[in-house]
């Protein structure tokens, strides 16, 4: 008999068009001869599952089930891509704990703790990662523009703390740019990061484990000629993405062993994306880890699974059988 799998997608943040669009390429990824899957939409209280034909059809949030045909389904598995609140940050996954459903991804504290950049870069930095220096704004918090230029220096960046595909980021290059940006960020989340400029290389490295395999994917380059690596070049293809990067095989090792160990420490589970920026003298640097990457057909994680030479369906079976 076929396990039901819902591809949990939307949220409550400007990620949601990007998430569903992850929805689109996971649902043509995962191997439909032996999983029946369901596109399920939340953002706020509207829970609502796609059926075949295109109806929508309300869950029951009791035990995250639907009706079809007055059959009552319920689910196997559940495969988060929610890019933001409520399925990056570890809500989703707490209820899902809950009902004893299986998901995808992280649990509840490496979810909530990798959501979370300032306080994930100073988690890792303790265990001997480089970072950025950086600042945390919290509402209603002044900050002047001399502590930032002092204690970070311009150029740098002020972005949100909380979200993702580069909504609120502004590369600040003069003092006057520095209070427009942390408003800007603030419409986005309720604590911002200024953080200081590290030139060098972008590079992203994919990542899952299962209790049978080790899986680190070949490297990925960033290549931008726009400001820096802003929503336009992630979606809208002003980009250039080399995979494998452009890096010898002595550094693509280090950066695999570091990405391996950073999964390792912070407990993850399903697929996960960490970025970097290669400094001079080689000095790998962590941007952020991404706990449920993009995945539509042209985001970095299919790339680095057809890099590898490996059959994205096939490692899609793996993640959701690992959890039975």
């Known amino acids: 008999m076929k396990r039901n799998i819902a591809i949990i997608a939307g949220g409550d943040s400007s990620e949601l068009v990007v998430s569903l669009r992850s929805a689109e390429g996971i649902y043509s990824f995962i191997d439909k001869e032996k999983y029946n899957l369901y596109i399920v939409e939340i953002q706020g209280l509207r829970w609502e599952v796609r059926l075949p034909g295109g109806e929508m059809v309300p869950v029951d949030r009791n035990d995250f089930s639907f009706l079809a045909e007055g059959q009552k389904i319920t689910f196997d598995f559940a ?17 899902f704990d809950l009902i004893r459903l299986p ?61 993702g595909s580069s909504f609120g980021v502004t590369k600040v290059k003069t003092k006057e740019q520095i209070q427009p940006a942390i408003e800007k960020a603030f419409g986005e989340a309720n604590e911002v990061m200024v953080e200081a400029l590290m030139e060098g290389t972008e590079i992203t490295c994919g990542c899952y484990k299962t209790k049978k395999s080790e899986v680190v994917f070949p490297i990925t380059e960033v290549v931008t000629k726009n400001e820096f690596f802003d929503y336009d070049a992630k979606y809208n293809g002003q980009v250039d993405e080399i995979t494998p990067a452009r890096i010898s095989e002595e550094l693509t090792e280090r950066v695999q062993l570091l990405t391996s160990a950073i999964y390792d420490i912070l407990g993850c589970s ?39 030479g490996m059959d994205i369906k096939e490692v899609m079976t793996d993640i959701i059988e690992d959890k039975f």
């Open 270 to 308: 399903g697929i996960v994306r960490i970025d970097y920026i290669i400094t001079e003298g080689n000095k790998i640097n962590l941007l952020e880890v991404n706990t449920t990457p993009g995945m539509t057909a042209t985001s970095f994680i299919p790339q680095q699974v057809c890099a590898a």
């Open 103 to 163: 998901y995808s991804c992280c649990g509840v504290l490496p979810a909530a703790l990798t959501f979370n950049k300032f306080a994930c870069n100073q988690y890792l930095k303790g265990f001997g990662v480089r970072i950025a220096e950086s600042m945390l704004v919290r509402k209603d918090f002044e900050i002047l523009d001399e502590e930032v230029i002092n204690n970070v220096g311009l150029p740098c960046f002020i972005k949100p703390n909380l979200g």
């Open 79 to 95: 495969y988060i891509t929610i890019h933001g609140t409520p399925g990056e940050n570890g809500l989703l996954q707490g209820y």
